[in-house]
Structures are given as C-alpha cells and as structure tokens.
C-alpha cells in the first residue's frame, strides 16, 4: 500500500510540475501587425504637422489621412481575427498536451497493475548472493565467488575454481590473475600453468606472447606430454617463422597422443597437409582449407584456431621467400578470412598485388578473389 501511495504522489507532483505552465499560459507575444499600426499612426501625426506647417495642401492632408486611416482599419480588422484563430488553436494545443500529460502516468499504472509484479518484495545484491546455487545464474555464481575472495583472499581453492570460468566469460585478465593466484598458494601444476597461458594469449588477441610460452614451458617442465602446452609451443614456433621446427614438434606430439586423443585427427591432418605442401614444387604454398578446419571439430574453439593459425603462419611465410604464387596468395587471403583477421587479410591482398604486378591479370584475379571473400579495400582496381 504505501508503495502505491508513494507512487500516486510522485505522479501527481510530475504530472502538475508539466500541466500547471499550460494552462496559465498566455499570448505573450504582441502580434506582428501592431508595429505597423504604430507606424501607420505615427505617419498620420506626421501628415497633420506638415499640414500645420502649410508644406502640405489641405486636399493633400485629408487623402493622405484617408489612406493612412484604410490601411490602419484594414490592419486591426486582420489583427483580431489572426489573434481569435491562435488562441482557438492554442486552447486545443494545451488541452491536447494536457490530456497527453495525464494519459501516460492513467495507462502505464494500467499496464504495470496487469503485467508487473508490485507485491513483490526488494531483493538486496546480498540476498541474491545467499540464494540456492542450483538457483543461481552464471553472474549471480561468479559475484558471489568475488565476494568471497575479497573477504578471504588466500583461498587457493576459490581461485582455482574461478579461473577457468573467467576463461569461459572472456575475462582474460581477470582469469591471469585468478591463475597466478591459484599457482601462487596451491601451486604450480600443468594445468594451472596452460591455463594462465590461455589467458595471456587470449589478452594478446589470439598470439603467444613472451609470457604465454615461459608458462607453457612450465606446464611442460611438469608434464612432458601436457598436449595443449606442447601444442601452444608449436603455434608460437610458427609465429615467429620456425615453421620447420614446428613441424618437428607436432610429430613429436602425435608420437606420443594416445589412439583415442581428440588431438590426433587434427595433428595428423595438419603434418600431412605441410609434407604435402612441401613435396610440390618451391613456389607451392600451403593453407588451411574448409576441411582442415572440419577436421578439428573435436577440440575446443581456441585449439581449433591454434592449429590454423599454424597453417596460416606456415603459408605466409612461404609466400614471403617465394611470392610469385597467384593461388597461395588466394588462399592465403581465404585463410586470413575463415580467422576472422580482416586487417591480415587486407595485408596479404597488397602483399600479393605488388608481388604479382599490379597490372597482371594474376593480380585483378586476386582483387577480384578477395572482394569475393569480403576483403574490402581494393575493389575498384
């Protein structure tokens, strides 16, 4: 009850704060054809001081003062009944806005009485937090992990727990932090270390930074066999160019994947695509294919995109030693687009453009390829 009355009362104060100017307004304005009048009058006073002075005749002064006179009549005439039209519609202009003014608090108190809930009682950030977890959603899970932690910080547990689920939110800093302070007080294990290389790599945009490989080391250091660090290594070898060594690495991973590893497919779709490519001839590039990313169907979204990313790395830089290649370059702006790196994409269009001469009908092909994938930037060559 006293809600609805504090409800009344409000939309009453709102409601008069907006109806009470409408209706004492006034014309306050003086209408245009009064200063004419002044003028036409201050003629004729005019005419009657030359007439006084004799400047003027006497049959000069009454025409003039005829005609001064019309004009005014004709002037005040027009004026009332200009002045009697806006006040008709000025009248239905306030009492539209003010039918208006007491319609919306009449129709929403309607709508909100039938769909709203107006018995149901405040719920306080602390009394969510305390509700049954099977009960809760993620955020409502996630608060109160936080508001944990906050009153005990050296909970390694809840650290550990929260980590990953920051991972999942697509928290990467906040999931780093989680991590370190997991490693911190419960210490360092294989998971906790490729964990926190996760997180590191997601904060760089999908690149294995300095920090990423010293954690995947680690992981390693601990389990010689841990598949996503040693997974994560190889990604960071062809990043920076070592496409050879990455290869080596994955073979030296499938040598150890176990028969029912979901990491197989992938890692052999991946070496057999790079011998393949390397027994053509020197200018043969290698990329990902659609198929290549329908092989990785069994791992996780960033595992998938690691081991394309490989691809790709590898392509670039056989392209970068042997450029003259209209097909690699074709594929390597297709690969570019299925990450979802327009800018890279971008990039490798003028990179092949140039290398194949901007004139050459290889390189209109290859514009023509890559506004077809949805490059843009080059589509008016």
Request: no cysteine; proline share 4%.
């Amino acid at each position: 009850m006293v809600f609805w009355i504090v409800l009344g009362l409000l939309t009453v104060i709102a409601s008069l704060a907006v109806i009470l100017p409408l209706a004492g307004r006034r014309e306050e304005a003086a209408s245009a054809s009064v200063h004419d009048i002044e003028v036409y009058r201050d003629q004729l006073a005019e005419v009657e001081r030359d007439a006084e002075r004799g400047l003027i005749g006497k049959q000069e002064a009454e025409q003039a003062r005829a005609e001064i006179g019309r004009r005014i009549l004709k002037l005040d005439g027009a004026d009332k009944n200009s002045s009697e039209q806006r006040r008709g519609e000025s009248a239905f202009a306030r009492g539209l806005a003010m039918a208006g003014v007491l319609a919306v608090p009449l129709l929403s108190w309607g709508i909100y009485n039938s769909i709203g809930s107006p018995e149901l009682p405040g719920q306080p950030l602390a009394e969510r937090l305390a509700k049954n977890p099977g009960e809760s959603s993620i955020d409502e899970l996630v608060a109160r992990a936080e508001a944990h932690l906050r009153a005990n910080p050296e909970d390694g547990r809840g650290w550990d727990v929260l980590a990953p689920i920051y991972a999942r939110l697509e928290r990467p800093a906040e999931a780093a932090t989680a991590y370190r302070n997991a490693i911190r007080l419960l210490g360092p294990s294989a998971a906790r270390e490729t964990g926190l290389g996760e997180a590191l790599m997601m904060s760089a945009g999908g690149v294995v930074p300095a920090d990423a490989v010293d954690a995947f080391q680690r992981a390693l250091d601990i389990d010689g066999k841990d598949p996503k660090a040693r997974f994560y290594l190889a990604t960071a070898l062809a990043q920076e160019g070592r496409i050879a060594e990455a290869a080596d690495a994955l073979r030296a991973m499938l040598a150890d994947l176990p028969e029912t590893s979901p990491w197989r497919g992938v890692v052999e779709q991946t070496i057999a695509r790079a011998e393949e490519e390397a027994s053509r001839s020197s200018t043969a590039q290698a990329g990902p294919t659609r198929e290549d990313v329908e092989a990785a169907s069994g791992m996780s979204a960033e595992d998938r995109s690691a081991m394309i990313e490989i691809m790709v790395a590898q392509l670039d830089e056989r392209l970068r030693e042997n450029p003259d290649d209209p097909e690699g370059w074709q594929r390597l702006v297709r690969s570019y687009m299925v990450l979802g790196k327009a800018e890279e994409a971008r990039d490798a269009l003028t990179r092949g453009v140039a290398a194949l001469g901007e004139d050459s009908g290889a390189a209109r092909e290859l514009v023509a390829f890559a506004a077809e994938q949805g490059v843009k930037g080059m589509e008016e060559r």
